[in-house]
T-cell receptor
């Protein structure tokens, strides 16, 4: 079983729709959860950062963490064509900084105008 | 702009050759992480340096090596290149909360 599972997509939705992106993980030690957005042939860009369980909102983006289910989500409201990209979840455990972050393989999102 | 700088952006070389990728972390950051990204494997952690010292190794092949210099820039050396080494190579520096800030990457094509 991979440490982090993420549906690769592609996920295609019409402009204005609410998008839900998800990851599951197996390592219960993970406490720090991040979402990155990566445009084609560009570097991953940090979108959201959450610690432990709960929700965090930033503009049109909401990140949710459910540690009991080992499940994290990213919601995008009022989706725009410019949101079309690959979204990667990432996570780490306390003191796990030496090994960097553990990433999902990414979900390719397409917003249709 | 993440503040992390990588060069070259793209290079094409032949099997058996050697290349060097360069990274400068964000101003004030002491850490450099190297990742490899290929279509089927996603982002794979290669190696981490902190203030000139190797801190952790991931899935880095013996043909690959890295170092971090006193001015904190880092180089990733890839030798005896194979077709399967074609990938995007990213470096990143670490923020205060453990998040990583990535450069734009170096795209390596081995022919």
């Amino acid at each position: 079983q991979k440490e982090v599972e993420q549906d690769p997509g592609p996920l295609s939705v019409p402009e204005g729709a609410i998008v839900s992106l998800n990851c599951t993980y197996s390592n219960s030690a993970f406490q720090y959860f991040m979402w990155y957005r990566q445009y084609s042939r560009k570097g991953p860009e940090l979108l959201m950062y959450t610690y432990s369980s709960g929700n965090k909102e930033d503009g049109r983006f909401t990140a949710q963490v459910d540690k009991s289910s080992k499940y994290i989500s990213l919601f995008i409201r009022d989706s725009q064509p410019s949101d079309s990209a690959t979204y990667l979840c990432a996570m780490s455990a306390p003191g796990g900084g030496a090994d960097g972050l553990t990433f999902g393989k990414g979900t390719h999102l397409i917003i249709q105008p | 702009d993440s503040g992390v700088t990588q060069t070259p952006k793209h290079l094409i070389t032949a099997t058996g050759q050697r290349v060097t990728l360069r990274c400068s972390p964000r101003s004030g950051d002491l850490s450099v992480y190297w990742y490899q990204q290929s279509l089927d494997q996603g982002l794979q952690f290669l190696i981490h340096y902190y203030n000139g010292e190797e801190r952790a190794k991931g899935n880095i092949l013996e043909r690959f090596s890295a170092q971090q210099f006193p001015d904190l820039h880092s180089e990733l050396n890839l030798s005896s290149l194979e077709l399967g080494d074609s990938a995007l190579y990213f470096c990143a520096s670490r923020g205060m909360a453990g998040e990583l800030f990535f450069g734009e990457g170096s795209r390596l094509t081995v022919l």
